[in-house]
Every structure is written in C-alpha cells, then in structure tokens.
C-alpha cells in the first residue's frame, strides 16, 4: 500500500485501532457478538458466494463514501475475500444515476445508498429489490427491530414490504452556545425586557426574541444570535418542519389541494424571511459548510443542522486528515444540545441501504448492505468522525465507547434520541422531487424580496398541477399512508 | 461504313461515383438523422423514467408544451441573454481587436493572455464568478464597498436586480476574446492598399471602417456573430454555476429548463418535445440569418 496517500494511511490506522476497540465494547453488549448476529451471518455466507468477486455500491460522494472507502470496504474485503467498489454520486444526482442505471439494465450497481423519501419512485419503478425473503433467509429481523423506531417504522418499507435499511440517523437539533447563554449579564437584561428566563428557545417567537436580543448585545463583538443555513435544498427541509410544527398540513385530506399556502404557512414563511435580519449578513447564501464555519468559529449562537455539526463543533478528532476541510472548533465544550423551536426535527434526508434489482449479484449486495447495517459494524461506523453517517439504533444512542468520546457527548446522544422519538419525516409522495422543487424555487424567490403569499399560492398551484398529473386518486392513497405514519404529523 | 459498337456501360460503371460516397452517406445520415426521428417518435410517447409505460400519447406532450408558461420564459431569458451579451461581446471584441491590430511590444502575451477566459471550460468560469461575486469573500463586493466607503453585502447571484448583470458580466467575460480573436484575423487580412488609398484620399477613420473594414471583415464578423448566438442559445454552464435558474425561474435558460426536465424530473417525452421545439426554432432562425446575409447560397 505504498502507494496510498498519508491521509489514508492515517485513516487506515484510525479503523485499526477503532475496531478492536468496538470488539471489546460490542462483547460488552449482551447478545451482540453472538455467532448468530447479522454481521456473523453475513460474514459467513459472504465467503461462500461472494469471495473473489466484486460489489459495487453507490455511496454519497465526499465525506460519506470514506466509509465504505477507508473503513468498512476493506474490512469486508478482510472478513470475506469479497472486494467492494465504491461509485461516488453527489447526493443531487443520486435519484438520477440510480434510475438511469435501472433503466439501461445493466447491472453496474449491485448495492444502493437511497434518501428514504425516494422510495415510493424508485418502488413504483421496480428499481429496488424487495428484501424480506433474503431477511428471512438470513435470520436478521432481530436486528432490524433494534433500529430506533421512527427510522425502522419509516424508512424500510413501501407497501409493507422492505426495500431499505435505515442506515443513518439524520435528524436537525440545534446547537447553542451554554457559555453565552449563561452570562449573568445576557439572563439578566433578557429576564428584564422579556419576561422569562434566556435558554434554548421553545418556541419560534422564543427564537425571534433571543436571537434578536443577542445580535444587538453581541454584534459588536461579532457575534449574531443565530445563523442557518438558507440555500434552498436545506431550507426546504426547514419549512417543511416548522410548517408542521405550527401546525400546517400539507394537503386537504379530501381533496389533495395543496394548503401551503394558508395562514400558516404565509406566517412561516414570513417570519423566516424576517429572521435573517439578526442573522449574519448574506445568510440568504449560507450552504452546509457556511453556516458550520460562522457556528464553529464563535460568530453565532445558535443553530440547526444535522447531528455530524456537534461532532465537528466539539473537535472530535479533528486532527484526521479527511476533516482538514472543517474550520477548527474554537467552542469546543461550550456547545449545547437542544430540540429545535416546536420540539418535532425534520428528520431530513437519511439513508437506507438498498439492492439495486438490476444487480446480477442481489445476494451477495445483499450481504453486504446486512453486515454495514448490523448492530456490531454500524456501532462503529457511526463512530467514525469524518463519514457524516449518524447514530441510527437504540444501542448506538447508549454506546458506553461513544457516550465517553467528547465530554458532553452523552448530552449529544441524548438529543440525538430525544430527537428520533419526535422526529418528522420528510414528504414522501410519487414524484416528490417535482413538489420540492416547485417549493425550493420559492424559497429563492422569499430570498429575493417576493411577497410570501403570491409565492406559495404559485407553489400550491404547481403542487396541484403535480397531483393532477400524478392523478388525485393515486397520490391521495400515498399521502394517506404517509400522513398516518409516526412521523408524518406531530402526533 | 462501319461504326465501332461502344459497349454501353453498365449500372455500376455509370453509377461508380454514387456507390463510392453512398456508404459513407447513408452512415452520415444514420447519425444525422437517426437521433432526430428517434426523439420524434418519443416525442409522441408518454416516457417518464419513473414509470414503466411507454405508450403512444399522440400530441399531448406538444399540447402541453404550448400550454407551458415556464417554457415560455425560459426562451424570453434565453433571448434576453442573448440580445444584450451578443452585441456588448461584438462590440468589444471588434475594439479590442483595432486596439492590438498595430505592432506594440508585448502584443503576443497581452493577446495570448486575453484568451485565457476562452479556454476555461464554462462552468469552471461560472464557479470562479460565484466566488468573484461572494458577498463575504468575494473581490467585487469588497471594491465596490471600498468606493462606497462602507462596508456592502451585495447578493449578486439572489437578488433580482443584480442576477442578469452578474451572469452576463461573467458570459461577456468568458467570450469577448473569441470575438477578439476572430475579429483581429479578419482585421489582419484586410487590404492595406485599399487603406492607404483612403488615406490617400483624405477619407476619414470613421468613412474607412464604414466603407472599407467593414465590408472586408463581414463575412467572419458574421460567422462569429452566428457561434456565438447559438452559443448563447445554448446558455448552460456558467447560468447554472451562479444561479442554477434562480431566484425562482427568473434567470432559467431553455437549456437549463430542458435540463430540468429531462434529468431532475425524468419527463423524458415531454424533454423530447421541447428538444425539438428548439430545433425548429434555431433551424428557422438559422435559415432566416444565412438567407440574409446571403451565407447561404
């Protein structure tokens, strides 16, 4: 391996000294590193069929895909003889590079990384293998159960069948600043102009106050109350959250017309716009990385994102190699962790692990995506620092190895499991991309200075045009389904 | 009196040539014209890349197409794009082409140098733009702040009054030198006689260019204008790196709205119908400028 680069290498001997570490903890767990444990099973049955052959997997593009890359490709590739191939796809092309693979019937993919709210298309399209038979046959839906609820209820089945495992538990919490919040100072002024006490906002008319009262108090030294990130994809993700949380529906039940476009949603929209006054100038275009450079860097004191921020906000080996991208942490053990305004997160994106139907080797993927999403490998591929994959199983919220590995990490955890107990999933309808399109468009145009009321009457009437298309009696027997889910409306 | 009998020659002696340039034209024809009926045949179907049917619609895609108001704008964009980068590219292209057209020293590098921007591949000049116009980093915000005397956060690529000023700078930008180049060749080979004897004659800067550079340099002043007016029809890359269409559709070209269509929503038909709409009309306007400027015959 002389020819793999020092980043790698470093890497290499992370996943060396991570795995037996995770061995020693996974026999620590009852019933884990038993001989009849998913990853076990898969081991085994993978040398019979698979050695010397190779599967080929398409994984998000970028930090993501060092996983199957550094960690668990070779690793499989040690256990049982059979190479994997890692096709890197930005996440925005994934839906279209999976479909057109189908389409053309080659078989190029074996295996399949998919956002869950892609499911129903690629489902209707019969670009997904349906997996109970091999579950079965592999005794592992033991281990399935032990996936957190929302994302087992939610994320693994189309017509109650199972085309994916959930493989990443991706849930908005924010992040806040404890050592600001805690100012005598701040509580003080705050207590006295608002009338109850400065803490992690409940509510988003709690959110406007405190971040509006800490822009003005703390501007001056560079730091705004809060900053997001606002680039439409993520925005959407955001709307669609709070839209909920302020207790909008998406559609008339009865009728499939889309209501976005109701007082609710107007509000919403409306104080989103306004809230980027108390944020730093050019928030408009903040995209993952900004908004986590302005957080990290000490320039906001609070935020929203997905769980791989507290990890990067807390300095989790932050000397690896594949993290030199990320800003370093200079609020480290100054971070806490809190549901956001309204108390249901979006559970935004995610990933369920699939086998491609095209694939001329579905059991051996099979296999393969079986061990990744096991109890004993996941535990420690959610512990890897620089994949973005998060913690997705009831055992990995209570890791004792991932509960010590920053000081506040068991505070971390416990809002990651706070957060997947009350968690919203993503819409999910047939062609759901066209109706987030029609609202990703809108929110470039909210940016823009339009009037929120003239931009979502426009986006309900895409959205109708959608439905219509679709046909009204179809996609109303797939909202029905959605909507009655755990996480399709706060309960 | 005897004649000789000629032997009348066969079909395909009479026919040789013919057999000779006719594989390679049926070949040209199959890659020509294949692709074309192919996309006229699903054109009429209903193929979506998310459904398995691929049934004859007859003309509902078309139906549609017309009906389509984002289509329509798409192509008002396009044209606008076009209308105002087209002659800004020729103008100064056509100027900084008489400004090189002497002897100076350096002329060699300071040209070589103005056609960096041509080989940059667009959409890496449309990233280099997106952050040229970056309201924290970016060089533009900063002068234009520094003039202001204070500090400005101009969001080019979101707001509406600035989106069609940013992308046009940065379209003119990648290819006012392909002008320049193809300008400054023209200008080259005009007749120096002819300029001396206008010269000669008392005639004016203005009544020489009008009368005697002009008409010289026409044909591939023409034959610019044409690249690069399908060019900008074609208007993708650098759009897309700076607004990907936004705010909203206001800056969406006709390619990024078929784009849109064909790839992100899998209306593949649909995208057939609209891809040879565009033919047809670039076809026309074609025609229409060959005809004129008489390239044609």
Known sequence: MDQLPAGACRLRRFAAWIAPLAAVSALALPGIASAQSGAKTAVEAAKKICAGKTITIVWEAGLQSLDPLNFSGPMWEKETGCKIKVVEVPTAEMFTKIMQEYRSGTGAYDALNVIPAWMPDLVQAGALEQLDTLVDKYGYRGELQKIAPIFRDNWMKVNNKIYGFPDDGDVFIMYYRKDVFARADLKKDFQAKYGYELAAPKTWKQFEEIGSFLTEKLKRDGMYGASFFREPPYTLFMFEERFRNEGGRFFDAATMKATINNPTGVRVFTEMRDENKFMPPGVEKFGFVENLATFVKGESAMTISWPPYGRFAAGYLANEKALDWVPKSTIADKVGYALPPGGHPELAAGFSLSVASTSKQKEAAYLFIQWLNSEEISALRVRLPYTLRDPFRDSHYTDPVYLKLWPDAKDYLAALKAASLSGLLDLSLIQTDKYEEAMRQGISRLWAGEDPKSILDDVAKQWDEVTAKVGVEKQKAVYTEWAAKSGGYPK | ?297
Do not use: C
């Open chain 2, 1 to 297: 009196m005897s004649t000789l009998a000629i032997p009348r020659a066969g079909f395909a002696q009479r026919h040789f040539n013919y057999l000779l340039v006719g594989p390679a034209i049926l070949l040209l024809l199959l890659i020509g014209i294949f692709p074309l009926v192919y996309l006229l045949i699903v054109s009429f179907q209903g193929i979506t890349m998310t459904d398995n049917s691929s049934d004859f619609i007859g003309a509902d895609n078309y139906r549609a197409l017309f009906a389509d108001a984002r289509l329509w704008q798409a192509l008002l964009h396009t044209a606008i794009f076009t209308a105002i980068s087209l002659p800004i590219e020729l103008a100064l292209g056509l100027a900084m082409a008489l400004l090189f057209l002497d002897r100076m020293p350096g002329r060699a590098i300071f040209v070589a140098l103005l056609l960096l921007p041509v080989v940059v591949s667009p959409i890496v000049s449309g990233a280099t733009w997106s952050l040229m116009f970056d309201h924290r980093f970016g060089p533009i915000n900063q002068i234009i702040g520094w003039l202001h005397g204070a500090e400005l956060t101009l969001l080019w690529t979101i707001s509406p009054h600035l989106v069609y000023p940013a992308i046009i700078v940065a379209e003119i930008w990648q290819w006012t030198p392909f002008m320049f180049l193809l300008l400054l060749a023209a200008l080259g080979n005009v007749d120096r006689s002819q300029l001396e004897a206008a010269q000669i004659d008392g005639a004016g800067w203005w009544r020489t260019f009008h009368r005697i550079v002009l008409p010289a340099i026409r044909p591939v002043m023409t034959i610019a204008i044409l690249i690069r007016g399908l060019d900008l029809f074609r208007l993708f890359d650098i759009v897309w790196a700076l607004t990907k269409g936004g705010p909203g559709t206001m800056t969406e070209t006709i390619s990024i709205f078929t784009y849109v269509k064909g790839f992100q929503q899998f209306e593949t038909s649909y995208t057939a119908a609209v891809a040879l709409l565009v033919i047809v009309l670039l076809s026309a306007l074609l025609m229409l400028a060959l005809r004129r400027v008489e390239l044609a015959r």
